[in-house]
């Protein structure tokens, strides 16, 4: 009997511990999910609320009727539809070679060429139409200039204009096709070469063990990739803002921004980003219907790793092909701002008497809001990183575990704030924050959070692409081994997970240090970002100082990600 | 090179200046809104909030100066494009947050609206009261033109000629102009917006109707086609700042600003103190320094903008005020008109 009872009470006493440490990740996922819902549905509730209501406060539908009758918005929606498919095709279809060669190929300079792309991936896409403007203006851009001297055209002849439609999808798939490089590089290596080889010993031709293997393998990481190109492009501020108007015509977010001028109208704004939100929303739906039940897992217990494949005579062609694609969105562009950050004079050519540090100096100690700007950047990137890096990895985790109720919202909302361009967000977050009982405005936090929530897609899609393919098998294992969930995330999951982490942190790192849109309604004096600086300039049309941030910009993002990559951190530096 | 090392070195003399003068009895004579008890009651404040469009590197010099000769106040510079000034301050008052101590920008059509709000203080300083121009303050008293540029058109000397020079408005639709020129859009700079709205009262939509079939290059703001031109771009500049024009043109670029036949566009713009002022005492002594004799010859000296102290000394070579034909129109006109003129600027140029 005493030792029944003795019995039962250890029972429950495990019960009980077993139950507590359930418990406590089960708060800590429910608790982050809820935080992803708040920042999320906050600004798209007020942003819907504003959509369907005037400025009294009452219910009108005018602003919804105005995006089928006003001809300026439909012609704005058109094209921008016209831009964003463009540019998804165009940077599937330059970044599928170029990750295989990288990923899988043994062609030389694979280190450089990778740095080369995130060195456009670093690149803000403003910046890079700056510089694209400068080249390929049609009359005074360098490339034509060249152009005229070898062909002979007369004066006001051109080879280029980055001054169209097409211009401007050539300038954004530039800065964007990094996404779908860095989701494909990471699904072609995580390709075991095994299951190839398998493929290969069962009689299948190369084609086959491509068709059958390699392509389902690859597949989600394109259209995934695709996707977030698609919505970036759609969503895009920057590289409009520069070069759309020029050419004559709005995009989207162009015309957002105009609605934003004085006198402001935001209702119209508001019902003006639907379409924006419903687009994304779709898509996504889209995916999850695509591939939903569509899942491999690569990495098990046992697993090979990928052999490069001997390209042979090939290898010379291929890395001048790698290097040729590298010319547009890295050598030129950066060539282009070198000069203007060195002439004195933007009139004058590049030669030697020309050449000056003044611009180096006005930028540096010249502006007094540089180095405030300075600080605040790597503050707010690196905090971003760390907070976007912890969310969507527990967020991933929760939702490929199914670990808590309503786990097939939650990709959704990680993905959601793709949809809503920056500017837009950042009236929405103006709204949400200054009043009780967050008042964070005029503080670096509201900032963050702005890029947090907007960071937060960019970080899902690797954390979706890298959980995707990893087996609960070993956790299962671990947690047989009697560790907690938790234990588990950072003993198993995590190292697991290295490169993915790493590349959550530097995608985000990158991203926050490139936004612009948010951060220019949100910041002051005191907590502005070069980003900020760097549009201000443009405003009173600096090109030098711009091009010294710019490339300050650059080489501060290489120095991060370098070092992080370097990290002794979950087996890395090794 | 020349020239911003000049500003610098001058900068330093005019600070040393500013410190002499705001001691002596010179400069509380000219300005007497500057007493003791104002400058002892905003010393305790220690801060004033400048929001402001005015070029960058000026508004650093004019902040500097001021901390110079006031150096228990630090002065915050909330420094954006006009429209992006107006933008923040409409929504920061629309949740009842009031940052900003002093106003200042290029937009005089807002100043009407914040006027009617009632967030401007009834403050000027005796010296605007007694020198300005009646058109160019508010006859309430609560704002008044701190710094004004024209409008005028702009051409690159080394592509065009002397002989070839557009010499008016009208000269712009001829035939051989067609993808030649650069013009800043009114849907994006305020300054635009004033300007096509008095353009269109003197010369008529006709001239912007014919205007959109020479297939004009637009940007966004009155400071970038001085920019276009420079790199040559394109040639002819069919708008932009006179004193944007005029800084290009001393740095070594080879442009010039053109004062169209016609007349250009007078671009007022104001400052004020904020009835709300989070410093109250501090907002009235920086607008009462931003108006005053040395200010006022710094904005002119160093960025060319146009002053109506009559107290000036004008720079050799720039033409004067009083020798030009200027083309006003009264804030209230601009206020109730900029809207409509911007909606059919668009369904013209399509942008």
């Known amino acids: ?358 611009h180096v100096g006005f930028a540096l100690w010249g502006i007094s809001d540089t180095q405030v700007a300075l600080k605040n950047t790597m503050l707010l990137g690196v905090l971003t990183a760390c907070i976007v890096t912890v969310v969507v990895l527990v967020t991933g985790y929760a939702a490929s575990r199914r670990l808590v109720p309503g786990h097939r919202a939650l990709p959704v909302l990680a993905m959601a704030p793709l949809a809503i361009p920056g500017i837009v967000m950042g009236v929405g977050l103006f709204l949400v924050y200054t009043h009780p009982p967050l008042m964070l405005y005029g503080t670096i936090w509201i900032v963050l959070i702005a890029f947090v929530t907007l960071e937060m897609p960019g970080g899902y899609q690797q954390v979706q692409a890298g959980m995707s393919g990893l087996h609960p098998e070993l956790e299962e294992a671990s947690r047989i081994f009697g560790a907690s969930r938790l234990r588990t995330l950072i003993d198993i999951t995590a190292p697991l997970l290295r490169s993915t982490i790493v590349s959550i942190w530097c995608i985000v790192f990158i991203g926050a240090l490139r936004e612009l849109s948010a951060a220019i309604l949100l910041a002051n004096a005191n907590t502005q970002t070069i980003a900020v600086v760097i549009y201000n300039l443009n405003e009173s049309g600096d090109m030098g100082p711009i091009a010294v941030l710019g490339i300050l910009l650059m080489l501060i993002t290489f120095a991060v990600v370098i070092l992080v990559n370097r990290l002794p951190m979950l087996g890395g530096g090794r | 090179m020349k020239r911003r090392d000049i500003m610098i070195t001058r900068r330093g003399a005019l600070g040393g200046a500013a410190t002499a003068l705001a001691a002596g009895p010179a400069f509380s004579q000219a300005a007497p809104s500057v007493t003791p008890e104002l400058v002892d009651a905003a010393n305790k404040e220690g801060k004033v909030v400048w929001y402001t469009s005015i070029e960058l590197s000026m508004a650093g010099a004019i902040a500097r100066s001021f901390m110079q000769a006031y150096p228990k106040i630090m002065v915050q510079t909330e420094r954006s494009g006009a429209e992006r000034v107006l933008q923040r301050l409409m929504q920061e008052y629309a949740s009842d947050i009031h940052n900003a101590d002093v106003i200042e920008s290029s937009d005089i059509t807002s100043f009407e609206l914040f006027k009617d709000k009632g967030w401007l203080a009834q403050f000027l300083p005796e010296e605007v009261k007694q020198l300005w121009p009646a058109e160019e303050r508010d006859s309430d008293g609560h704002y008044a033109t701190v710094r004004a540029t024209l409008n005028t058109m702009g051409v690159n000397t080394d592509l065009i000629k002397s002989a070839g020079l557009p010499k008016a408005y009208a000269d712009l639709l001829r035939p051989e102009w067609v993808g030649k020129l650069v013009k800043a859009s009114p849907n994006y700079s305020g300054v635009v917006a004033v300007s096509t709205y008095i353009l269109v009262q003197t010369i008529g939509w006709g001239f912007f109707e014919k205007l959109a079939r020479q297939q004009v290059m637009q940007v966004q703001s009155a400071a970038e086609p001085p920019k276009v031109i420079s790199q040559g771009e394109r040639p002819v500049a ?114």
């Open chain 2, 238 to 351: 069919v708008d932009g700042g006179e004193y944007v024009f005029l800084n290009y043109k001393h740095k070594g670029n080879p442009i010039d600003a053109i004062y169209p036949l016609e007349g250009s566009p007078l671009i007022s713009g104001p400052a004020a103190a904020t009835k709300d002022a989070p410093h109250p005492n501090a907002a009235r002594l920086y607008t009462s320094y931003l108006f005053s004799l040395q200010a006022q010859q710094m904005m002119v000296d160093q960025i060319d903008l146009r002053s109506f102290h009559p107290g000036i000394k004008e720079p050799a070579g720039r033409a004067k005020l009083a020798d030009l034909k200027l083309l006003r129109a009264s804030p209230q006109a601009l206020a109730a008109g900029v809207e409509e003129t911007k909606k059919k600027y668009t369904s013209i140029f399509s942008v």
């Open chain 1, 1 to 358: 009997m005493a030792s029944s009872a003795l019995l039962l009470t250890g029972e429950q006493v495990a019960g009980i511990r077993r139950r507590r440490g359930f418990d406590v990740s089960m708060a800590v996922f429910a608790l982050l999910a809820l935080c992803l819902a708040l920042l999320v549905v906050m600004p798209t509730g007020w942003l819907l609320w504003y959509s369907v209501t005037n400025d009294q406060g009452q219910l009108a539908f005018g602003n919804w009727l105005a995006l089928v009758t006003d001809p300026s918005l439909r012609a704005a929606m058109g094209v921008t539809m016209v831009i964003a498919v463009s540019v998804a095709a165009l940077c599937a279809v330059v970044a599928l070679p170029l990750a295989f060669l990288i990923a899988r190929t043994d062609v030389p300079l694979r280190r450089t060429i990778r740095a080369a792309v995130t060195a456009s991936f670093v690149t803000p896409p403003f910046l890079g139409a700056v510089a694209w403007e400068v080249l390929a203006a049609p009359n005074s851009g360098l490339l034509n200039v060249w152009a005229r001297q070898i062909f002979g055209f007369g004066r006001y002849q051109h080879l280029f204009n980055i001054f169209t439609v097409s211009g401007v999808t050539f300038a954004t798939a530039c800065y964007t096709f990094p996404y779908v490089f860095t989701l494909l590089t990471n699904a072609f290596e995580r390709v075991p070469t095994e299951l190839e080889d398998a493929s290969a010993v069962i009689g299948a031709n190369r084609w086959r063990t491509a068709r059958d293997i390699t392509v389902p393998l690859v597949l989600p990481a394109l259209l995934a990739g695709m996707l977030v190109a698609f919505l970036q492009a759609l969503t895009l501020f920057g590289t409009p803002a520069i070069l759309a108007l020029p050419a004559g015509f709005n995009t989207l977010t162009t015309k957002l921004w105009s609605l934003f001028q004085y006198p402001p109208q935001t209702h119209l704004a508001a019902a003006a980003s639907m379409p924006l939100l419903l687009i994304t929303a779709l898509v996504l739906w889209g995916q999850r219907r695509v591939l939903g039940d569509r899942s491999f897992v690569v990495i098990a217990g046992r697993s090979g790793t990928t052999r490069p494949i001997a390209l042979g005579i090939w290898r010379a062609p291929a890395l001048l092909f790698c290097a040729f694609i590298m010319l547009f969105p890295v050598i030129l562009p950066y060539f282009a701002l070198f000069k203007v950050a060195f002439v004195h004079n933007i009139s004058e050519p590049l030669a030697w008497q020309n050449l000056s540090l003044e």
